[in-house]
Every structure is written in structure tokens, then in C-alpha cells.
């Protein structure tokens, strides 16, 4: 039909915690929305999917991009958190709990993964990640901004 009807959802270690609002008959999405996460000790990854909504039949997914706990608790994504126990750094000092410290924080296209083998993907989508100022570590501010 040379157009798609996206929205996102984003998983921790597979569970649903959010969806965006579906942009109709387009294929360069502006969602717009942001979610506030609290990020549960020791979880895994945290996912976002987009699919495409099927008035007739199962939901399409479109691509995914998943960030696992080390790639949110490390650089790139900014500094690490206050040091403790004479310097250490990283999330051996303190396991279970990204480290994105206030500043730090990400706003960048992420390409699209596909979800199955036999899939191909085109796309990106654009993400803002951050800790909000004075926030707890292990609370995480997601901007769903748009896709491409």
C-alpha cells in the first residue's frame, strides 16, 4: 500500500511497559511522546519495537532496537555515576543499576534490528535517553521521538 500505520512499544526483558499512539498512513512517524521508566535491579535489556497496526489480521513488526544493561550502564552514553569504595568504576560497584549520571544521556538515530532472521530492515528511529536531574539511577527518561 506504499504506507504504514506505526507506532512503538517498548519492552523490559519482554514485558510491556508503554506504547505510543499509532500515526496513520505514514512512513516517517512522529510520535513525540516520553515515558518515565523505573528500571527493575538486574533487568536485561530494554527494547523498542515498531509496528506497523493492521485493522485486519496481527500487527506487523516493523524493526526493533534493543539496548542491553551493560550498554546502558557504560559510555557511550555519558558519564559514569558517583564513584564509591576508592574509585572503581562501572557497574561492578554497584550491580543492577545503569549508571547514566544527570548530564549524561542519549539523543540519536538507532537503526532498526529485525526481530526474526529471514527479515529485512530499513529504518531508524530516534531516541533521547536520559536521568532526569536528581533522579534515581535506576529511573530512565525515554523520547519517543519519530522514525524514519
Known amino acids: 500500500s506504499g504506507s504504514s500505520d506505526p507506532y512503538c512499544v517498548v519492552k523490559v526483558d519482554n514485558e510491556l511497559v ?11 512517524p512522529f510520535w513525540g511522546e516520553e515515558i518515565t521508566l523505573l528500571l527493575p535491579r538486574g533487568f536485561h535489556s530494554l527494547s523498542f519495537y515498531v509496528l506497523d497496526e493492521d485493522t485486519i489480521g496481527q500487527d506487523d513488526v516493523i524493526g526493533k532496537v ?11 552514553w555519558g558519564e559514569w555515576g558517583p564513584r564509591q569504595g576508592g574509585g572503581q568504576r562501572g557497574p561492578s560497584w554497584h550491580p543492577g543499576v545503569p549508571m547514566l549520571s544527570p548530564s549524561a544521556g542519549v539523543d540519536r538515530w ?6 526474526s532472521p529471514d527479515q529485512e530492515v530499513q529504518g531508524e528511529i530516534h531516541l533521547e535517553l536520559q536521568v532526569p536531574e536528581q533522579g534515581h539511577p535506576r529511573v530512565l527518561r525515554c523520547h519517543l521521538i ?3
Open 146 to 148: 519519530e522514525a524514519r
Open 18 to 28: 508503554a506504547r505510543t499512539a499509532t500515526v496513520w498512513k505514514s512512513l516517517n
Open 110 to 115: 538507532l537503526s532498526l534490528a529485525p526481530v
Open 66 to 76: 534493543s539496548l542491553s544493561h551493560q550498554q546502558i550502564s557504560a559510555e557511550p
